[in-house]
């Protein structure tokens, strides 16, 4: 092998490459320059690898160069990010193939190279009068036979007058079944059009490589890279033409697949953005709610002439009703912000299977509760060291598919029935649904990769398959049972660490007495957030707020003493992190007094930031209730 390669790491990775875990051992020679390259070609080599850039030069540039001086064997282009317009061009001028860099592996890279040797060969055979070709045409077919990409030669009007085995299996035909039909038969429709152009520029005594698609026998798309040659005989006489096929579409479906969790990272970045955005205000929402709603009740309790004036149903009961509905809307951006998350962004930890499965069953309510009844069954008393998100995503999943599976309308007739419970050293997690089953014969197809029974746009068939890679990461086991006509259960199984063998407590309720007054120091960019926590908390404290972390920083300088400093963790100009460096700089004391309040830490430094950090954070909205029993904790 001849590696032509301007850069020393690209040359001893790819040389490594060419050395890892291939059938055949590659001689590598390295050519650095344009120039020295040249010279190499008056030599006898296999094969040649040539970078695209060449300092002032060009991979290009060198094919035309070995063309010129009859440099015969088989040149491969590597391209750094695949542009197809060099790829085309490299492939018009005379290239066997090309590779990208980035995609490059030691099998991909032996079996390029082998069948560039293997297509050169067979060129070579085909340069020959119509007799020889005739004569070596045993060899030819074992040539063709052996490799993996289809091969497809056509008369001068398109009709196939050899196929290799490997192209037939791939539309799933025989070979003798494809023989004497058109080629144009076996192809898509909008394929068609540019197969016919291309087949015109081959009459002319070009070459062509055209992405296409045909179709399989079973009426499926087969996406294919074609590269078209024409024959002639020594005469220079057009006898027909040669196509070689490669197979396309488990690249394609990678690359959809790609696309989609390129998709999915973005949604999960919008929707920790819009969940802080909405934590903010909803916070304010909740503590004020909760103020008004003590108000109301003091009132009522001290004056009972009061009660007779309808006070109790014009303004306490509505009051209770938004509170519900706001804390309702604060357990949905919660669970948002769950689902939002990446698994490096959420470490695993210990968690409750309960809990995630209630949040996971509030975000499929709306995809349930018009197709069937829920039954909920909970008897799991132990936690187990997951990722939480990746957890959620599971249950979410199995949720929908339950849900999908029955036909709306029909509620109170189906049910979708949830248990856990725990069996020795595991956990146990079920969904049921009395849907109309899996059939036997997709049953075992239904953890595949882009399978799905769905129309078109309700599914992409990735749902049960990254489901069952989530699990397996767990080192859990999703298994499946389902019987047409009585329904389907699928089932997790997770095991128990040391870890987590403890069960999850409850969090205390806070006390009701203040231990005593404090002065309280409350930082946030938002006026609605400061005013509702100044209402929550200036009945028992002396409150002083502030809406920059400079007005913070200049008080504690200025050697004002706070008993505890309730601060926003991302605000402009200066953040909360920001703020507790100075602070332990200027004012080490007050650094020690910090709580961070925060609406979601979206940012890889605040979560890097709260991970490491021992300092402890209130979550946005919080519960009025709580954050004064937080309060009274630290004044104790």
């Known amino acids: 092998m001849l590696l032509v390669e301007d850069d020393e790491e690209d040359y001893l990775l790819t040389r490594k490459l060419l050395r890892s875990n291939t059938d055949t051992t590659f001689e590598v020679t390295w050519a650095r320059t344009f120039e020295d390259a040249v010279e190499e070609l008056k030599n006898p080599y296999h094969a040649v690898l040539v970078d695209y850039r060449l300092g002032a030069h060009s991979g290009l540039d060198l094919i035309e160069a070995a063309l010129a001086i009859g440099f015969t064997a088989p040149m491969i282009l590597l391209t750094g990010r695949g542009d197809h317009n060099v790829d085309v061009q490299a492939m018009k001028l005379g290239a066997a193939d090309y590779l990208v860099k980035d995609q490059l592996t030691p099998q991909l890279m032996e079996r390029v190279i082998r069948h560039s040797i293997e297509r050169r060969a067979a060129r070579e055979v085909q340069k020959g009068s119509a007799l020889a070709l005739s004569k070596s045409e045993e060899q030819y077919r074992q040539i063709v036979e052996a490799t993996s990409d289809g091969i497809v030669k056509t008369d001068l009007e398109a009709r196939i007058v050899f196929v290799n085995r490997r192209f037939a299996e791939m539309l799933g035909y025989e070979p003798r079944d494809m023989v004497g039909s058109g080629i144009f038969t076996f192809m898509g429709v909008a394929s068609k059009l540019e197969a016919a152009r291309s087949f015109e520029q081959l009459a002319r005594g070009g070459r062509v490589a055209l992405d296409g698609v045909f179709r399989h026998r079973d009426g499926s798309d087969i996406w294919c890279n074609i590269a078209g040659t024409p024959l002639v005989d020594a005469e220079g006489r057009h ?31 919008l929707a920790a953005g819009v969940a802080h955005e909405i934590n903010n205000p909803l916070a304010a929402v909740i503590a004020n709610l909760d103020v008004i709603a003590d108000a109301v009740t003091k009132l009522l309790d001290t004056d009972q002439s009061l009660h007779g004036l309808g006070i109790q149903e014009d303004f306490k009961e509505p009051l209770d009703d938004a509170r519900e509905a706001a804390y309702r809307v604060r357990l949905i951006v919660r669970d948002l912000k769950l689902f939002s998350r990446s698994p490096v962004e959420d470490p695993k930890a210990p968690v409750n299977v309960d809990t995630i499965m209630e949040s996971s069953l509030r975000m ?107 699990v397996s990461d767990m080192l859990g086991e999703l298994t499946v049972v389902s019987e047409v006509g009585k329904g389907t259960t699928f089932r997790v199984r997770i095991p128990v660490t040391s870890e987590a063998r403890d069960e999850v407590i409850a969090s205390v309720a806070p006390p009701t007495l203040v231990t005593r007054r404090g002065r309280l120091l409350v930082v946030d960019d938002d006026t ?103 309060v009274q904790r630290y004044l104790r």
């Open 364 to 470: 499929a309510w709306n995809e349930i509760r018009h197709r069937a009844r829920l039954v909920k069954s909970y008897g799991c008393k132990v936690g187990v060291h997951v990722n939480e998100a990746r957890l959620g995503q599971v249950f979410l999943n199995l949720l929908v598919n339950a849900a999908q599976a029955i036909p709306e309308g029909r509620a109170e007739h189906n049910e979708i029935r949830v248990t856990t419970h725990v069996d020795g050293e595991h956990v146990i997690i079920e969904v049921t649904d009395t849907g109309p089953g899996i059939p036997p014969e997709i049953l075992g197809r239904i953890f595949d990769a882009f399978f799905t029974t769905k129309a078109v746009g309700v599914g992409t068939g990735l749902g049960l398959a990254i489901s069952q890679r989530l």
């Open 528 to 630: 609605l957030i400061v005013r509702g926590m100044v209402r929550v908390l200036s009945k028992e404290h002396e409150v002083v707020a502030v809406t920059a972390a400079r007005e913070a920083l200049a008080l504690c300088v200025a050697n004002e003493k706070f008993d505890l400093i309730l601060c926003d963790l991302m605000m402009p100009e200066m953040t909360g992190m920001e703020l507790h460096a100075e602070l332990l700089q200027a004012a080490p004391d007050q650094a020690d007094r910090m709580i961070f309040v925060t609406g979601g830490a979206f940012t890889a430094a605040a979560r890097q930031f709260l991970s490491e950090s021992l300092k402890e954070h209130l979550e946005k909205p919080f519960d009025p209730r709580n954050l004064r029993a937080i």
């Open 239 to 269: 006898l027909g033409n040669l196509g070689v096929i490669r197979d396309e579409t488990e690249r394609r479906k990678l690359h959809s697949q790609l696309m989609v969790s390129d998709r999915m990272a973005s949604v999960g970045t």
